[in-house]
């Protein structure tokens, strides 16, 4: 990143799982490697917690933000994309949290300001605009369930969508990636598209069709990504900010 200055606020659910402490060891290390890559790069990084913040406090935290990364962690509380609870594989609910992400997106869709949701944060991305969840993805390839949590990650490719913005940013049309999900986008939100494909044809990547908003179901920030990975979307990003603060 050439300005120096750009304020990233990286945005996590919550900072304490006391119910799941092998699962927050495993979520806090690859936000922690996202932020700690992004520092490398030359982003001025804050890390927030939205449940710990909440609605009115995550957004007064991240007001200044030149840019937003939504990271990964539990299921989106159902209320928020009109589903229902009880859905196999349904995991803790973070309610506040799910509430203010959701208006850090929708206030980041009217201030233009570029957004890099991250599995969970692509999932927000897709809530906050108005789209749905398919609860439930029976299909395998997705995550693995019978080992300890670190082990969760699974490789399977991606089809990017030619011409979109992220397979430019790729440089290529086919992409290996790792993912530890159990949901996807199903109806997607408002001005979304989808641009990338799972080997099943469940959606891996959305575009906003005129904000610099995208999310990739994947973990490009996992401990064995493919190298080079997060930092091809973390360029892209700060492009999009760059010339968001040329703008202003």
């Not at 300005?3 to 900072?15: C, K, N």
């Not at 917690?49 to 933000?65: N, Y």
């Not at 939504?70 to 299921?75: N, S, T």
């Not at 799972?198 to 904000?211: F, K, N, Q, R, V």
Request: proline share 4%; glycine share 10%; aromatic share 4%.
């Amino acid at each position: 990143m050439s300005d120096a200055a750009a304020r990233l606020v990286v945005v996590e659910v919550t900072t304490r799982r006391e119910n799941a402490p092998a699962y927050d060891a495993y979520v806090r290390t690859m936000i922690d490697r996202a932020a700690h890559e992004a520092r490398e790069t030359g982003w001025d990084v804050t890390q927030l917690s939205a449940a710990d913040l909440g609605v009115s406090g995550l957004l007064d935290a991240a007001d200044s933000a030149d840019a937003i990364i939504v990271m990964g962690g539990e299921d989106i509380d159902p209320q928020f994309y009109d589903g229902e609870r009880g859905y196999e594989g349904e995991s803790y609910h973070f309610e506040i949290a799910d509430a203010a992400q959701i208006e850090l997106v929708r206030r980041a869709a009217a201030t233009r300001t570029p957004v890099l949701g991250i599995c969970r944060g692509h999932q927000i991305i897709n809530v906050a605009l108005g789209g749905t969840l398919l609860q439930h993805v029976e299909a395998p390839g997705h995550r693995v369930t019978d080992l300890p949590v670190e082990y969760a990650l699974v490789e399977h490719p991606v089809r990017l969508e030619r011409g979109s913005r992220i397979a430019e940013r790729f440089g290529r049309e086919h992409i290996l990636v790792q993912s530890a999900h159990h949901q996807v986008a199903d109806r997607l939100g408002d001005g979304l598209t989808a641009v990338g494909w799972a080997h099943d044809g469940h959606i891996e990547a959305i575009e906003h069709e005129s904000l610099p908003i995208t999310g990739v179901q994947w973990h490009p920030e996992g401990l064995l990504a493919p190298t080079g990975q997060l930092r091809v979307l973390l360029d892209g990003l700060a492009a999009e900010t760059r010339a968001q603060l040329q703008r202003s």
